[in-house]
């Protein structure tokens, strides 16, 4: 079965200082992984993805994930957070069962403060 | 510009009525999604639709109902059935069906039953 745990559901930092946010997966196959951010009252936007290329991957604004097998983890992480970095973040595994199906963690929100 | 575009972005309803939310993307793409998010948790499918004129049930397809005459509209009707209608509900499509690809998500609909 596939799934996906969000380790934290808060996450606070202050402005300037490194983010963290942690994921774990579990999957019978080889994992697809995404990251999606959603501000308030939006939609979902795509920060980066892990196809099985390099265990690095590098997504918008800054955010990078790296891909652990060993760990069955993905975090994200980004060394200096913004202000606008304040959102809610959703880690997700993405496998093939006759179409592509999405299983989200419950999300973490992340909060930046001056 | 191209994009997936919901309406209305806010939407009320009463008690024994249906209604029916819409989504239009300019992508031609071939798959799209419904899903729910209710508070603290992550999205969960409703239905999904991989070709015209052909749509899926998800996880929770009880009290909706979908159609996809066309291939850039993907409306969903919320009936009296559905118990627990309120909820941010997120229309997503991806370029191609039954492979691992990235979903873009529209804006979404609140729905609140008065």
Sequence with gaps: AQSVTQLDSHVSVSEGTPVLLRCNYSSSYSPSLFWYVQHPNKGLQLLLKYTSAATLVKGINGFEAEFKKSETSFHLTKPSAHMSDAAEYFCVVSFITGFQKLVFGTGTRLLVSP | ?114
């Excluded at chain 2, 239905?47 to 015209?52: A, E």
């Excluded at chain 2, 397809?61 to 009936?79: C, D, H, N, Q």
């Excluded at chain 2, 039954?98 to 609140?110: A, E, K, L, N, S």
């Design chain 2, 1 to 114: 510009d191209g994009g997936i575009t919901q309406s209305p972005k806010y939407l009320f309803r009463k008690e024994g009525q249906n209604v029916t939310l819409s989504c239009e993307q300019n992508l031609n793409h071939d798959a799209m999604y419904w899903y729910r998010q209710d508070p603290g948790q992550g999205l969960r499918l409703i239905y999904y639709s991989q070709i015209v004129n052909d749509f899926q049930k998800g996880d929770i397809a009880e009290g909706y109902s979908v159609s996809r005459e066309k291939k850039e509209s993907f409306p969903l009707t919320v009936t009296s059935a559905q118990k627990n209608p309120t909820a941010f509900y997120l229309c997503a499509s991806s370029g191609l069906a039954g492979v691992t690809d990235t979903q873009y998500f529209g804006p979404g609909t609140r729905l609140t039953v008065l």
